[in-house]
C-alpha cells in the first residue's frame, strides 16, 4: 500500500533564486524584534522579576476595575491583574514586599518562640502577610460565592536575578555546544551558517514574539527556546547532510545548484516533521490548558520559523561563506552542461 505524498519527489523549486529576498525579511524581522526589546521590552513573570503570582477562578465574571480598586486600596505595591482563558480566570501578581522593621522583629520573634515550641507556628514576613491580605480582600469582593485558588507562588528578588542569569548561560552554552558539534562533524562554514539561523534569527525571533505580544516570558518558555534551537538545529542538520554527500557526488556542479537539490531531495521530510509536529502542539494548545500556553506557543512559532530558515536561511548563507568555488548564475549552460 503506498503512502499519501503530499508533496511530490519529483519537485524542482528554485528555492536559491529568492534568497534575497529571505535576507531582507529576515533582517527586516531581527532589527524589529531588537527596536521591540530596546522599547517595549519582556513581560517577564515572577521567575524573573521576583514578587507572587495568584491564579484564580472566580465564581463569577468580575468587574476589573472594581477588583483592582479593591486590591489597589491595600497599600501592597504595583498589583497587576489579568485575564486569561476563561472569563473568570484571573492572574494576580504582587510586586516584591519590603520588610520593615516591624515585620522584621515579628519575624524574629516568631522563630525564637518556634524554637522553644514543641508545635512550631509558619513565621509570617511581609509576602505572607500580603498574600493573606488579598486573600481577605478576595473573600469580602466575591462574598457570594467561592474562589478557587489554583496555585500560589512565590519567588524572592535575589532568586529571580540569579535565574536571569542561568537562563542566559543556558541559551549561550547550548548554542556553543551545537557550534561545536556541527562544526566536528561538517565544517566550519556550516556551523557558522547553523548559528546565524539558529541563534540570529529563530531564537531571536521567537524572543521578540513575546516582546511583541507582551506574553508572560517565564522559565518554561526559556525551555521552549531551547526546545525551538535544536529543533531548528536538527532540521538544518538534515539539509545539510544532503549537501555533504551532493557535494562529494557531483564535484562539477555549482553549489547554489546542489544546495536547491538538496533542499528539494529533503523537503518531504522537512515538511511532514513539521507538520506532524505542530498538530500535537496544537492540541496541547487547545486542550492544555493556560498553564502550558506560552510553552505551547513558543515551540508553534518556533517550528515555523525554524523550517523557514533551515531552506532560506542555513543553506543560502553556506554559498557566502564560501564553501567551494561555485557559480552563482543556475541557467549559464555552461555550467550544466560541466555537471
Not at 514578587?51 to 483592582?68: F, Y
Not at 514543641?118 to 478576595?138: G, H
Not at 512565590?154 to 543556558?170: H, I, N, R, S
Request: aromatic letters at 10%; one cysteine or more; charged letters at 20%.
Amino acid at each position: 500500500m503506498r503512502g499519501i505524498k503530499i508533496i511530490p519527489d519529483t519537485i524542482d523549486f528554485n528555492f536559491y533564486r529568492y534568497r534575497r529576498i529571505a535576507y531582507v525579511l529576515s533582517i527586516f524581522l531581527v532589527l524589529g524584534t531588537f527596536f521591540m526589546l530596546a522599547t517595549r521590552g519582556l513581560n517577564f513573570g515572577i521567575d524573573f522579576t521576583g514578587g507572587t503570582a495568584i491564579e484564580i477562578e472566580a465564581p463569577i465574571k468580575p468587574d476589573l476595575e472594581a477588583l483592582r480598586e479593591a486590591l489597589n486600596a491595600l497599600k501592597l505595591g504595583d498589583i497587576s491583574i489579568q485575564e486569561f482563558g476563561q472569563e473568570r480566570d484571573l492572574l494576580i501578581r504582587l510586586a516584591q514586599q519590603a520588610e520593615t522593621d516591624q515585620t522584621r522583629a515579628a519575624y524574629e520573634a516568631c522563630v525564637e518562640a518556634n524554637r522553644k515550641s514543641t508545635d512550631p507556628e509558619p513565621c509570617p514576613t511581609a509576602q505572607t502577610k500580603a498574600i493573606e491580605a488579598v486573600r481577605s480582600a478576595l473573600a469580602e469582593f466575591f462574598k457570594d460565592g467561592q474562589v478557587d485558588y489554583r496555585r500560589v507562588e512565590y519567588v524572592g528578588p535575589q532568586v529571580g536575578d540569579e535565574l536571569k542569569v542561568q537562563g542566559l548561560w543556558a541559551i549561550s552554552l547550548s548554542i556553543l555546544a551545537i557550534m561545536a558539534y556541527i562544526w566536528a562533524r561538517f565544517e566550519w562554514q556550516f556551523a557558522v551558517s547553523a548559528t546565524i539561523a539558529t541563534t540570529l534569527h529563530d531564537v531571536i525571533l521567537t524572543i521578540g514574539l513575546f516582546s511583541l505580544t507582551q506574553m508572560e516570558f517565564n522559565l518554561s518558555t526559556l525551555a521552549a527556546i531551547l526546545l525551538v534551537a535544536g529543533y531548528s538545529v536538527n532540521d538544518t542538520v538534515v539539509v545539510f547532510d544532503r549537501i555533504r554527500e551532493d557535494m562529494r557526488k557531483y564535484k562539477k556542479k555549482p553549489l547554489p545548484e546542489l544546495i536547491n537539490r538538496a533542499i528539494n531531495e529533503t523537503l518531504t521530510r522537512t515538511t511532514m516533521t513539521s507538520f506532524t509536529t505542530l498538530l500535537a502542539l496544537m492540541a496541547l494548545y487547545v486542550f492544555g490548558g493556560e498553564v502550558i500556553r506560552g510553552f505551547v506557543y513558543a515551540l508553534i512559532f518556533g517550528i515555523i520559523v525554524g523550517t523557514y530558515s533551515s531552506i532560506y536561511v542555513a543553506a543560502p548563507v553556506l554559498v557566502c561563506l564560501g564553501i567551494r568555488p561555485h557559480k552563482d548564475d543556475l541557467s549559464d549552460p555552461k555550467a550544466a552542461e560541466s555537471a
